[in-house]
């Protein structure tokens, strides 16, 4: 009874001790303006930089290529031809990277701001949010809204570190944004994942590819209209906003200088 | 075991989907009263929830990763003291 009565006492002080320390990192990381949340942020970029490089290498340096693959590569004899085709491949890969820079290029003439690579996985954060890899040395400010190659507005810079920066976007969950569809004004509320929804009545016009606007990004485009779903017995249709590219395909976007 | 779970949580962070760590963080509770699993879940809102953003109407924005360490740390003590022990 005394060994089940300490032992109890002993973890519950340990517990209580985790607690505390989770409480006290919270306390310092706020106190501190952030540091320990701009440190942590760094390293993830820094671990997902490093990943896609090595991901990347792998993949091209033939490693895990199939065994048939490789016996028709061995019984034809081409190295050579899979030497040319690797980088054929990585061509084609800076070819699709140079084609969204030349957009980006051309967002740059009509707009002020920085054209900088996303470092994380958007799909590895639960509150709809990605890093980029620039930061306050780079320019980028707190607010600052970012766009996509094609000039469409997706998110927010809502921290920024030296050489990184956080971006949440417009459709995180749960997230409300105000924008005009067939001329009507209403409140798009964002599921995640590139995807917004809201009700529109029946008599405004809505068809699908109709371009989403919002006043809170400067009137610039926010999605298309995905899916329109209506009930002859509603009074409101359902609207469902996409991005016309998914965000997780996107290597670069374009941070506006200003926070407009 | 502890170790490389403990590991997997942790890249998982910056490299695999949310459920990775989430999943982590369980499989640790579960058999040790980890530190590990509230520490992921403490770098899972600090790396990915803004500063700024906590609204008590949006329960997105509250450490959902860190209530959700603490919550199991603490939920499933009865459970480990009861096999455990």
């Known amino acids: 009874m005394n060994l089940y009565r300490r032992t109890n006492t002993g973890s519950k002080r340990r517990l209580i001790a985790m607690t505390l320390l989770v409480i006290v990192l919270f306390v310092f990381d706020i106190l501190s303006g952030g540091k320990v949340r701009a440190l942590a942020q760094s390293a993830t970029a820094n671990i997902s930089t490093t990943s896609a490089r090595l991901f990347s290498d792998l993949k091209y340096s033939g490693l895990f290529s199939t065994r048939a693959h490789l016996a028709a590569q061995n019984q034809a ?4 031809v899979a030497h040319y085709q690797e980088q054929a491949a990585a061509y084609q890969a800076l070819k699709q990277e140079n084609a969204q820079l030349q957009t980006l290029a051309h967002l740059a003439q009509d707009n002020t701001g920085t054209t900088t690579p996303i470092v994380s996985s958007p799909r590895s954060s ?6 980029i890899g620039a930061g306050s040395a780079d320019n980028i400010k707190h607010n600052a809204l970012v766009l996509t190659d094609d000039g469409f507005a997706i998110g927010r810079v809502t921290d920024v570190s030296t050489h990184t920066a956080l971006v949440s976007a417009l459709f ?3 997230s409300k944004i105000n924008a005009l569809v067939g001329g009507t004004s209403v409140i798009f509320t964002g599921q ?4 917004a929804r809201a009700q529109v009545p029946r008599g405004v016009a809505v ?4 371009i ?12 298309i209209v995905g899916k329109v779903e209506s009930n002859p017995a509603d009074a409101y249709s359902v609207v469902l906003m996409r991005l016309p590219q998914n965000t997780s395909s996107l290597r670069f976007v374009f941070v506006l200088s200003g926070t407009q | 075991m502890r170790i490389s779970i403990a590991i997997i949580g942790f890249l998982g962070i910056a490299l695999a989907p949310w459920w990775i760590p989430a999943l982590c963080m369980i499989l640790l509770s579960l058999r040790w009263a980890a530190l590990e699993a509230v520490l992921i879940g403490v770098f899972m809102d600090l ?11 949006s329960w997105h924005t509250w450490p959902l990763f860190t209530l959700f360490g603490i919550a199991l740390l603490w939920g499933f003590e009865p459970l480990r003291r009861r096999f455990l022990f």
């Open chain 1, 212 to 223: 989403i606007t919002s006043r809170s990004v400067s009137g610039r485009p926010i999605g």
């Open chain 1, 77 to 80: 004899l081409e190295s050579r």
């Open chain 1, 172 to 174: 995180a969950p749960d």
């Open chain 1, 207 to 210: 068809s699908v590819g109709d």
């Open chain 1, 126 to 131: 639960p509150y709809g949010t990605f890093l």
């Open chain 1, 192 to 195: 995640g994942g590139d995807n």
């Open chain 2, 47 to 57: 790396i990915w929830q803004g500063s700024g953003m906590l609204t008590s109407t």
